[in-house]
């Protein structure tokens, strides 16, 4: 009976599109083109977790967990609180250290990711609890999206040299498409800090986009945000991978969004993989009911409201 | 400590008419009618300690890194630049200054790398190590003051390209072009790539990380650049301020005292650095004018000295609470109240 | 042949300096661990209290009813400066609460000269300070004092802290300051009673010190001695203001007496806050202090 | 722009009224700008000295309606012992009409004015302190060290321990410990201390004490290993009752502790209590009131109602009478002046000259009612000290007792090294040497 209903709520999201604000961009042929992206997804993963198993203190939070992500893919990875779903996304961003596995970006391998060397391997994240520097206006926020790409020492940006000025432009120009792209326009001025939660969420977006990455973890971005700002993120996540052919790695315990948006989905539960797969598989999954059963009337009566 | 929109942006036009009629006044007017006893004992002072403010402004206010060992750089610049004069006679002055400050950055590079690991208070507290080392170091060691028995160090003569600044209304217009240079370099480094980086590692230093932000390198440009213009600051404090200078002069006190101008004066904002050393150094100057020119028959000077202190300090706790971003916050908050009529009538 | 004798009596004369340094670090535990205020104006109330004291007894009131009557003030004074200064501030960022308070020494330095004039005053608590001689070694019988007096002050507090109901509200405060306010404790009154029970231990601390160097201004110059407890001890652990108060007192001296000569002496008041920040860089919050958890 | 319109305002306003104030003066007055400090931690120090000196310059205008008929006045700016308050009373003092000369009473304060007062043609006055070498007139023709710069002290301490060794040779393997301040005022004298060590053969010690000195545990267990025979406490502030409080501490006798100038006052031993019994200073002037020029001052001054010390008991203080005493010189040295310029408000320079000319011998100190209160002092245009004799006192716990005749510095010892001393600032700033007393003085 529970699933039928989340049923109900994913048709009403897949339903959206359509009619909601569709970008100028060609997103109009999306539906045909997905099932061939579904076909090539053998070719080189962008991301790709083996064996991975990390403790905290006698504490398993991760135990052996594979995950492939292809490229261009929405991957999404969900579970019940306390699954070590952020715990993954912080191995991937090399905030942990896995105890075993290894963490695959393209062809390179990584015990630990070298955190400080992720934008340059074309990774960017967002945060559970929003890491967007409040004193900064918002188009500097998003400004800093491309920090790793100011080669200039300090000396040249006083001076103003032709490269320092060079790289300087090309980042705002960066900025401005993204800051168009995410109708950020009439705050861009603004101090980040003053601006209500869901226009955050979506400048921490846009601060992770602005550096096209090949690789866009998304950590609960729909957590604590309105019903009305949940559809257009995730409209806007939906155009980040179209428009600017980002995969997406997308942690979230909100079931109903998830179903609609991502293409492939694993679920974690405390610690180990228990399903993956297309959205339709995993919804029919048993061990899946079973986990989400143990918790389902309360996720139930939340998206009911 | 959002970055308010500053006055300039309010009024486009009235900024540069604001700087070009400032500039005439600051560089024209004052040294000409101004008396000795305005420059030699308000306004240079008032300059030495705005540029040693907007110093720990980019480092505390900016970078988000407290440090309460910055009198200590005042005085690595003093000595850096007496010695350069005296044991290199043949370095001009401004080159003598920069070496100086450069020396005064190097020097708060290694005292600001354990900022790589400590935070807040710890941080704090540790460049008191700096503080105490650098002033022992001073006393200690003759070479620094040329073997002074002392270790009192006299004032070189302040001269460039052959014009020599003797006259305080010469030493005034000296330090006022030191520091508007001074502040335009700073303000243009705040404006570009590694001012950004700075706030970034203040407010959120994981995700700065994360975004590829040079951690290791923000934060000891940040304390490099802040003790280099402290330490010119010093310079200007020693050689065209008090023209003698030994190290208690810039004791424990004196670093309090920059801490305060940049907190009353409002934090992140170079603008903040200048009001507050003028609410710092001018203000008590004017309360015990006033208060011996009105009270000077009643009490001794020590009662009006005692009061004024009282006076002072309730002032700083009334600041704090009224506006805890400080001067720059009151002042903008003024200005937009007068400005707003005329801000709608222009755009 | 190496003094063993000597080498004692520097040890165990750091480690009763220390005490005291220990007694004065207590004052700014108390208040920081419960609401994250370096309180720099605890050295001015330090020389306030020593000086109401001193001057309640040289206008002829025994010890004891001088000893009631700076505390009556002293609560009063804390109390109004918490309420006054400490609440409107409540959640600005520490730099901001830091130098309010030094605005706040300001004021009370003003007030305390304004109040009892700026002359010096001797104040003898009838502990001789001749040397007790034991096997060589010389121990101050007015050090063993004040570390008794320390000692059983710190004991009094532990016992405060774990067995009274306030005690274990401020442990609460200090824990997590939303979830105490969310269970009910009235937040402002535990505040005033932490700045009471810390102007308790400014005030002991003033006549200690004040016996020793004479009751003056630069009493208020003591905080210097602390603030290495604090670093190296953690700012918000008691038992880190008392060992570290025992380490800075004994590296202090060690350090001076030993390793001085070749520096040229002096070296004491830098020598502290290396000590302190070497250990720092191996535990960044102190020894005892609260590690800081960064949720992300 | 409204700050500053405000600020021009207040600038107006005082200045008018210092103006106001200096016109109404009628002619012949001289002027004294003070930079008193009387709050912080050196206010005991400045409420005595500067109260002895308003005190006497009271009872010259009271007794004698000034000097010649020459009223004497003053003004007093705040300066809490900071160098920058002191240049900053400087500067708003020196316009004044007629100002005699200056008496900061301060090291730091006294180094940032030499420039300016030789700039000026004001003669400074660091009465029993500032730098060595400004003894020599011939360099520094404007500052006056007078009675005692800090190399005499050091020999004059140094021939009294030989005094109670009996006699100079005995000095000879004797051990002496010398607790320094850890400032330019502390380590003044550690080059003339190590050669008089040379010179008389004694073993020489030298500790600092880090400023402010409120904790010295480690120097005195130093001393305690170093077992010396004498400590000379070289001490200012809160350091000295702490030196006497952690020296009985580690069982050292406080009659075989000597205090320099500046560690010799009621204000040094009192919070030192008991420990401090026995201790013994050097002292240019003695402590008491019996002298006939305080009783006057008792009389007259403190009878009119008009007395500067709030605290009676502290009058014949060892602060209140180096104010006496150096109001006794400033007075001789404008009356001397008066002589040979006339009876009327004299400039700076000829007060310089006047105190170039400061010779009060025994008899003419007598007739000022100063007798056994300072012994005398003869300054000439090239000793700018006047070769001033000390006393030593010894504190049993209630006051000062004088435990010692007049004793001589070695001079001649002396005046070599500061004339080296001199010349080498004088080759660093640039400064023509004088070759005599009526030498135009140059710059």
Redesign the interface.
């Known amino acids: 009976m529970t699933v039928m209903v989340t049923n109900a709520e994913v048709l009403a999201l897949e339903a959206a599109p359509a009619q909601g604000k569709t970008r100028a961009t060609a997103t109009a042929d999306v539906p045909e083109r997905r099932p061939a992206q579904a076909a090539d997804r053998a070719a080189q993963p962008v991301l790709a977790l083996s064996q991975i198993a990390l403790t905290f203190g006698g504490v398993a939070a991760l135990r052996d967990v594979d995950l492939a992500v292809a490229p261009g893919e929405i991957r999404a990875v969900i579970g019940p609180n306390g699954a070590g779903k ?1 715990s993954l996304l ?1 191995v991937i961003s090399g ?1 942990y250290r896995p105890d075993r596995g290894e963490v695959w970006l393209g062809e390179r391998a990584f015990a630990q990711v070298p955190t400080a060397r992720l934008a340059a391997h074309g990774v960017a994240r967002t ?3 929003l890491a967007i520097f409040k004193g900064l206006s918002v188009f500097d926020n998003v400004l800093m999206g491309l920090a790793h790409r100011v080669r200039s020492g300090f000396l040249r940006q006083i001076i103003g040299s032709p490269l320092a000025r060079r790289i300087d432009a090309e980042n705002r120009a960066a900025a401005e498409d993204v800051i168009g792209f995410l109708h950020l326009g009439e705050v861009r001025e603004r101090a980040a800090g003053t601006l209500p939660y869901g226009l955050q969420k979506r400048v921490e977006l846009a601060r992770a986009l602005v550096a096209r990455p090949t690789l866009l973890l998304l950590d609960e971005p729909f957590a604590g945000v309105t019903l009305s700002e949940k559809l257009e993120l995730s409209e806007h996540v939906r155009n980040a991978r179209d428009s600017y052919g980002a995969t997406i790695v997308l942690i979230e315990h909100d079931i109903g969004v998830v179903m609609g948006l991502s293409d492939r989905i694993a679920v974690l539960d405390n610690g180990s993989k228990i399903a993956d797969g297309t959205p339709d598989e995993v919804r029919a999954d048993q061990a899946v009911i079973d986990a989400y059963l143990g918790v389902a009337h309360q996720d139930i009566t939340e998206l009911a409201v | ?1 959002s970055a308010a929109p500053s006055t300039a942006q309010l009024l486009p036009g009235a900024g540069a008419f604001a700087i070009t009629v400032g500039a005439a006044v600051a560089f024209g007017a004052v040294p000409l009618l101004g008396s000795d006893y305005l420059m030699d004992a308000v306004l240079t002072p008032f300059l030495a300690l705005a540029l040693a403010a907007v110093g720990l402004n980019l480092l ?1 206010g900016y970078a988000g890194q ?1 440090s309460l060992g910055s009198a200590a750089f005042l005085a690595v610049g003093a000595y850096a630049t007496y010695n350069l004069h005296l044991r290199l006679p043949q370095l001009p002055l401004l080159v003598d200054l920069v070496l100086a400050g450069l020396i005064a950055a190097a020097i708060g590079i290694v005292f600001g790398l ?1 900022s790589l ?6 941080l704090a ?2 460049t ?2 700096a503080q ?2 650098v ?2 170091a001073l ?2 060691f003759g070479w620094f003051s040329n073997d002074n028995p002392s270790g009192v160090i006299d004032a070189p003569v302040l001269s460039v390209a052959g014009f020599t600044f003797t006259s305080p209304a010469e030493r005034y217009v000296f330090s006022l072009s030191v520091v508007v240079v001074a502040t335009v370099l700073t303000q243009r480094l705040l404006r570009a790539q590694s001012g950004r980086n700075f706030i970034a590692v203040r407010d959120h230093e ?1 995700a700065a990380k994360v975004i590829g932000v040079p951690l290791l390198r923000t934060k000891l440009l940040a304390f490099g650049a802040s003790s280099f213009l402290i330490g010119i600051a010093g310079a200007l404090w020693a050689f065209a301020y008090l023209r003698t200078v030994e190290p208690a002069g810039f004791n ?1 006190d004196r670093s ?1 005292q920059i ?2 101008i940049i ?2 004066g409002g ?1 992140a904002s170079l603008r903040g650095a200048f009001l507050g050393a003028a609410f710092i150094v001018v203000f008590p100057l004017l309360l015990s004018r006033a208060g011996a020119a009105l009270l000077g028959g009643v009490f001794d000077s ?2 009006l000295e ?5 006076v ?6 009334a600041f ?2 009224a506006e ?1 971003r400080g001067l720059i916050a009151l002042w903008d908050r003024l200005w937009r109240a007068v400005a707003r009529p005329a801000a709608i009538r222009n755009t | 042949m190496f ?1 063993y004798q ?1 080498l004692i ?2 040890l165990v ?2 480690l009763l ?1 220390g005490v005291m340094y220990s007694l004065v670090a207590i004052g700014f535990v108390l208040i ?1 661990k419960t609401s994250g205020v ?1 309180n720099f104006a605890q050295g001015a109330m330090l020389l306030f209290a020593a000086l109401t004291f001193v001057s309640l007894v040289e206008r002829g009131s025994s010890f004891p009813v001088a000893f009631v009557i700076t505390l009556a003030i002293m609560v009063v004074l804390r109390v109004s400066v918490e309420r006054a ?1 400490l609440r ?2 409540v959640n ?5 609460l ?3 308070t ?10 305390a ?2 109040l009892w ?8 608590i009838g502990i ?4 007790l ?1 034991i096997a060589g070694v ?1 121990i ?1 019988r ?2 063993l004092f004040a570390a008794a007096v320390a000692g059983s002050l710190v004991a009094l507090f532990a016992l405060f802290f774990r067995y009274t109901r306030t005690g274990l509200s401020f442990r609460a405060v200090a824990d997590d300051p939303f979830a105490a306010l969310a269970v009910g404790l009235r937040l402002p009154r535990v505040w005033a009673s932490v700045w009471t029970a810390s102007g308790i231990v400014a005030l002991v601390a003033g006549l200690l ?1 004040g016996a ?8 208020s ?2 905080v ?2 602390a ?2 407890v ?2 190296l001890g953690g ?1 918000d652990s008691i038992a880190g203001a008392i060992i570290g108060g025992l380490l800075i007192g004994a590296i ?2 060690l350090s ?2 030993y390793v ?1 000569r070749l ?8 020598a502290a ?2 000590v ?2 070497v250990l ?2 191996v535990r ?3 020894l005892f ?1 609260q590690k ?1 958890v ?3 | 722009m409204i700050k500053s319109r405000y600020l021009r305002f207040a600038f107006a306003a005082a200045v008018a009224s210092v103006l106001a104030t200096a016109s109404a003066a009628r002619a012949d007055e001289q002027f004294f700008p003070l930079q008193s400090y ?4 050196y ?2 120090g400045g ?1 005595g000295f500067f109260g002895g000196f308003i005190d006497y310059l009271n009872l010259i205008n009271i007794r004698d309606g000034g000097v010649n008929g020459v009223k004497l006045t003053w003004d007093e700016g705040e300066t809490q012992y900071e160098v920058e308050r002191g240049v900053e009373v400087y500067e708003r003092l020196k316009g004044r009409p007629g100002v005699a000369a200056w008496n900061p009473l301060s090291v730091g304060i006294a180094y940032a004015m030499i420039d300016r007062i030789t700039k000026d043609k004001v003669p400074l006055i660091t009465i029993n302190h500032g730098r060595t070498d400004s003894t020599d007139g011939r360099v520094f023709p404007y500052v006056f060290p007078l009675l005692l710069n800090p190399y005499s002290e050091t020999s004059g301490i140094v021939n009294y321990i030989a005094s109670r060794e009996g006699g100079v040779d005995r000095l000879k393997d004797k051990k002496i410990v010398v607790l320094y301040h ?1 400032s330019p005022y502390g380590k003044e004298t550690i080059p003339i201390y190590k050669l008089l060590a040379d010179k008389y053969q004694f073993s020489l010690e030298q ?4 400023h ?1 000195g ?2 010295q ?3 005195w ?2 001393i ?2 170093a077992k010396p025979d004498y400590v000379v406490l070289r001490g200012w ?2 350091m000295n ?2 030196a006497l ?1 952690t020296a ?4 050292f006798p406080a009659d075989h502790i000597i205090g320099n100038v500046w560690s010799n006052s009621e ?1 040094d031993v ?6 401090a019994k026995g201790y013994i200073a050097i002292t240019t002037q003695a402590s008491g009131e019996q002298y006939p020029v305080l009783q006057e001052v008792i009389k007259t001054v403190y009878g009119a109602g008009k007395g500067n010390l ?2 009676k008991k502290r009058i014949g203080s060892v602060y209140h009478n180096l104010g006496i005493v150096n109001g006794i010189l400033n007075v001789e040295a404008i009356r001397i002046a008066q002589a040979k310029f006339g009876k009327r408000t004299l400039t700076g320079d000829e007060v310089r000259w006047g105190f170039e000319h400061l010779q009060l011998d025994p008899a003419r100190v007598e007739a000022l009612g100063a007798k056994d209160l300072f012994h005398s002092i003869n300054v000439t245009w090239d000793n700018h000290e006047g070769d001033g004799r000390v006393t030593f006192q010894q504190w049993d716990g209630g006051k000062w007792k004088v435990v010692s005749g007049w004793i001589a510095p070695d001079w001649a010892f002396l005046r070599p090294i500061i004339e080296k001393s001199a010349a080498a600032y004088a080759k660093e700033h640039g400064i023509k040497v004088r070759s005599s007393g009526d030498d135009p003085v140059s710059n």
């Open positions: 952020s912080n905030l945060f559970q609890n | 400590m505390t407290v354990p690991r400590l935070r807040g208070f710890y507290v540790s008191l190590a105490f080392f002033q022992w006393t200690k994981l424990l309090f801490l305060f907190i009353i934090l020590g009662v005692m009061s004024q202190r009282i002072v300090g309730v002032l700083i706790i704090l609470i805890p | 003094d000597f009596e520097v004369g750091g300096s920081y370096l200064v409107p501030l600005q960022p520490p730099t901001t830091f130098v309010a030094l605005g706040l020494s300001y004021v009370i330095e003003g007030a000269q304004l004039g700026t002359q010096v005053h001797g104040l003898d001789s300070d001749v040397p001689d010389f101050s007015f050090d010190w020793r160097l004479g009751v003056q201004f630069s009493l110059l003591v210097l001695k603030l290495p604090l670093v700012f202090e001296k001076e007496v001085g520096f040229g002496g002096g070296i004491e008041a830098w806050y290396v302190a920040l720092l860089l960044p919050s102190g202090g800081l960064e949720r992300v | 009387r709050v912080g931690p206010a005991a409420t850890g500790i600092e004490v880090p402010p409120n904790e545990q480690s120097q267990l130093s305690r290993r502030g809160v009752p702490v409080k009985q501490k580690v069982g204000e009192i919070p030192a209590g008991d420990a709030d605290d």
